[in-house]
């Protein structure tokens, strides 16, 4: 299959006089996994609301093959299918997990709300698949009545993974997945992720400030510095042969185990 | 043997004969007369017209005496004959730069050029219950100043718009909306924010500026101007084609001057909050102006985080027509509902009772 | 009748502007359509949504049934019906069969209804989404784009703690398979009632300035699932005044003891099912 999954071109977006980020192309076909790394303030979260539907760009355009095979431009189409696209193909997992999880209804809930918005209507299938994501995403299911707020930082993380995962979606978005949480518990999570991306063959975009994060989830990076890609390449390439001052200052800052 | 409740209408009647007897009282004490009310008792007056929005002493103050006393009732019984006033045109816009000032005050300077007008306020008395008022009989009298005050009165905040301090008020262009004429959607301007505030109810809007006070929001203010006196309405007939005066209303305007650090696009500017109310209604005035600012924030670029802040929270609950209403409509019969949520909750009980013991060796 | 008023005390101006309204609504099943709600001389809250639609399409050869949980005798239904017969002099009635109009509030006649009658409901909360998002900016979206997953959340939540749908009035419906909508505070008894009814069904919100309507023939479907379908309320009792197994029964307690009886909550078709029949049997 030659045509990318994602088209970005000469994507940028500022706001009023300061620059959020600017000229950005870069292709992504299905199974991959991009990474984007910077500091805050490069510009890399603004990139990703603009590549996941969620905040129109300046200039540039982002197209996206959908299920049906047609490549479309995502701002070119109505608010109302942009949503439905980004509710029925897209995932996106957020650092903070309570801003994207209903906190006051039970996990089995939360999981199952995704298939309830495109029409299921059989509780108890909705409920069986929302504990077999519990089961993959590994959450005790007979928690799956709890509300969120009896969970810890890394199963809300998990349980919003397992909520965006539960639509089968073709495409990604995570910003800062491991972001506040316990180092051991970043490590189990990331296995999660790379579990599922392997399993689900996913295609996923991750922002992160986390080089271990691209390590072991991307197969290509891109770095931002002052909203522009400074470099990009396959990541192991990247990270271990950098090219820009600005990468390989990156690079030479983490710590070594 | 039960027979079906019958009569409700017998007893609405009565229950209306029961209330005009108590709105007498001891046939023995002379009966209020409306004009005593609209000339004793202006300060009640003046909120029932601005809740009721009507501006018209003597119906507001039949409206207080029909009432019983109660201002939120005199307000919706004004309201409600409100709506059956035909709407014949709209005046020219109020300038109150015009207005026969007889109380104007300012805490942002010692001094301003006509001076600071006490006029007549319970500001600096001592709340010393006064039990002469009730033994009547004292005709107290006020002493005349030797010359009038000045027709001319600047307002306090154009002196600082002229340094630029102070961010400069921009009408808009457009017709200013009608909240009469077209429901209340969100996001709402500020022409039908100030609308609705000018109606809103006088403790509600209190409660919220004092909220903005303590930290809910807080603006740094400042009582710029406060003025109050008699300001002329006029309108243009179409077969004139010029102004023409029609009357003379009495009104409190409010101009709070509040902190503004600047952003990226605009310079460090004081920023306003406003507000206007019919008669000496200066509490309500100072409210509105807090709570005015109070939903600028999204405007102005600041974090929206307390409820004064919450257009939508402070309009939708502000009216107390209509919050009346509904927190008192739960005397009317729901028992057909209750009767549902009886059965529903015999039914889980039931269910619950029956039910095998869980286990809560759980995780 | 009262004069000084214009005839149902609205003046032509806005009744033409709720008619208006009322015609987008007919246009658009379960859609909520904005208006310019006036003050009533009764509070809001207590039914003047209703009494301005009714004020809006009233006519002089209109009949007028007013009812209030079921009865014609209740102190509102009372209230309502005495205003118009003040400022419209229409004739009124308690017969479901001879009413041209019938103003509701909190439930649907047992009598079926036929074409060319209109029933008028009471609206005290127009959005069904109101629990979940308080905010109307938000909620107007989520009906535009056809939002309603979270909907049934909040019934997948019931199963799972109660086992069981929890909510036994104003039980939230799909109109024309389009729009998700509140029916008011009626039993969820009443419910099947709405679907495909001869009637057109109008409903009005005063004090939150919507309206909306079902004309005829309309498909109402309750919100359920498959496996945990859509059901009424049931007595074990019959009524103990005419026997119907079959209408919603009122629960009165005849002493202190707690001892009670069931009787109809409809008036009207609790009297004319009793009156060929000996009061005291039940089947």
């Known amino acids: 299959m030659n045509t990318p999954l994602l088209r970005v071109a000469e994507l940028g977006r500022s706001y009023g006089a300061r620059l959020g980020c600017r000229d950005v192309s870069f292709e992504l076909y299905p199974g991959e996994v991009i990474g984007v790394v910077g500091e805050s303030g490069s510009g890399k979260t603004t990139l990703l609301d603009c590549l996941s539907g969620r905040l129109e760009p300046s200039a540039g355009t982002v197209e996206y093959l959908t299920r049906q095979s047609e490549m479309v431009d995502v701002y070119a189409m109505s608010e109302a299918r942009r949503r439905l696209l980004m509710r029925t193909e897209w995932g996106a997992v957020r650092q903070n997990a309570r801003d994207a999880l209903r906190m ?37 299911t007979d928690r799956i009545d709890d509300l969120p707020s009896t969970f810890s930082g890394g199963m809300l993380q998990r349980l919003q993974i397992a909520r965006n995962l539960v639509t089968h979606p073709r495409l990604v978005f995570m910003d800062e997945p491991t972001g506040g949480l316990d180092v051991s518990v970043q490590a189990r999570l990331l296995d999660l992720l790379h579990r599922l991306v392997v399993d689900l063959g996913l295609s996923a975009i991750v922002v992160t400030h986390d080089l271990a994060v691209v390590r072991l989830l991307t197969h290509r990076l891109m770095v931002m510095r002052h909203g522009t890609v400074v470099e990009e390449g396959l990541t192991d390439q990247v990270l271990d042969d950098p090219h820009h001052p600005y990468t390989q200052l990156l690079v030479s800052s983490v710590l070594q185990p | 043997m039960y027979v079906a409740v019958k009569g409700g209408e017998a007893a609405i009647d009565n229950a209306h004969r029961l209330t005009a007897e108590e709105r007498r009282g001891d046939t023995g004490i002379p009966s209020i007369s409306v004009e005593q009310i609209a000339s004793q008792m202006g300060l009640a007056v003046d909120r029932v017209m601005n809740e009721g929005s009507v501006y018209d002493p003597d119906l507001a103050a039949l409206a207080i005496k029909q009432a019983q006393g109660d201002l939120v009732e005199a307000i919706f019984l004004l309201r409600a004959y409100r709506s059956t006033l035909p709407r014949f045109g709209a005046s020219e816009p109020i300038d109150t730069s015009g207005m026969a000032v007889r109380r104007r005050i300012s805490s942002a300077f010692k001094d301003v050029p006509g001076g600071q007008i006490l006029g007549p306020t319970y500001d600096y008395t001592h709340r010393l219950l006064d039990f002469t008022l009730a033994a009547e009989g004292q005709e107290p009298a006020a002493i005349r100043a030797d010359a009038p005050i000045d027709a001319n009165l600047p307002r306090v905040t154009d002196v600082l718009g002229r340094e630029g301090l102070l961010e400069a008020e921009r009408p808009g262009d457009a017709e200013p909306g009608d909240i009469t004429r077209e429901p209340l959607t969100f996001p709402a301007d500020r022409d039908v924010r100030l609308q609705s505030l000018a109606r809103a109810d006088e403790g509600f809007l209190l409660a919220l500026a004092y909220s903005t006070q303590r930290g809910y929001g807080h603006s740094h203010p400042f009582a710029g101007e406060i003025r109050m006196g008699e300001v002329t309405v006029e309108i243009v007939p179409e077969e004139l084609g010029f102004p023409v005066e029609i009357g003379e209303i009495t009104l409190t305007e409010c101009q709070m001057i509040n902190q503004f650090a600047g952003s990226e696009e605009a310079p460090p500017q004081f920023t306003r909050g406003y507000g206007l109310a019919f008669g000496q209604a200066e509490r309500k005035a100072m409210a509105m102006a807090l709570v005015d600012r109070g939903m600028r924030a999204a405007e102005l670029g600041e974090t929206v985080e307390a409820p004064a802040q919450d257009t939508e929270f402070v309009l939708a609950h502000a009216d107390n027509v209509e919050a009346s209403g509904f927190v008192q409509h739960l005397k009317l019969p729901h028992y057909v509902d209750f009767q549902s949520e009886l059965e529903l909750i015999r039914r889980l009980r039931a269910k619950f009772d029956t039910a095998e013991p869980v286990d809560m060796a759980a995780e | 009748m009262s004069t000084g008023y214009n005839f149902a005390y609205l003046d032509e101006q806005t009744k033409r502007m709720i008619r208006r309204g009322l015609l987008k609504a007919v246009a658009i099943p379960g859609y909520q359509v904005p208006f310019a709600s006036r003050e009533m001389p009764l509070p809001y809250g207590w039914g003047t949504g209703g009494i301005q639609v009714t004020a809006a399409i009233l006519g002089p050869e209109d009949v007028l049934k007013v009812i209030d949980q079921g009865a014609d005798d209740t102190t509102n239904a009372v209230s309502i019906r005495r205003f118009f017969a003040r400022v419209a002099g229409v004739a009124t009635t308690e017969r479901t069969d001879e009413a041209t109009i019938v103003q509701t509030r909190h439930r649907i006649p047992e009598t079926p209804l036929a074409e060319g009658q209109i029933l008028v ?30 909907m049934h959340v909040k019934l997948y939540e019931d199963i799972a703690r109660h086992g069981a749908i929890a909510t036994s009035y104003d039980y939230p419906v799909m109109v024309d398979g389009r729009y998700l909508m509140r029916p008011s505070p009626i039993p969820k008894f009443d419910n099947p009632k709405m ?37 009424v309320q049931q007595w074990d009792e019959h009524c103990a005044l005419c026997g119907s197994a079959d209408s919603f029964l009122d629960e009165v307690i005849t002493d202190n003891q707690g001892g009670r009886m069931f009787v109809c909550s409809d008036t009207d078709y609790c009297g004319r099912h009793r009156a060929p029949h000996d009061v005291s049997s039940a089947p």
């Open chain 3, 195 to 231: 679907d495909m009814n001869p009637a057109l069904q109008l409903f009005g919100a005063g004090r939150e300035k919507r309206l909306y309507a079902v004309p005829p023939y309309t498909p109402v479907k309750s919100l359920d699932f498959e496996d945990h379908p859509f059901t």
């Open chain 1, 104 to 140: 006051g209804v039970s996990a089995g809930a939360n999981v199952g709300e995704p298939l309830m918005a495109v029409g299921r209507r059989h509780y108890g299938g909705i409920r069986a698949e929302a504990e077999a994501w519990l089961d993959q995403v590994e959450i005790s």
């Open chain 3, 121 to 150: 409901y009471q609206v005290p909360i127009p959005e069904p989404l109101r629990w979940l998002e308080p905010r109307e900016s938000e909620t107007r979206k989520m009906h535009a784009l056809a939002d309603y997953g979270s």
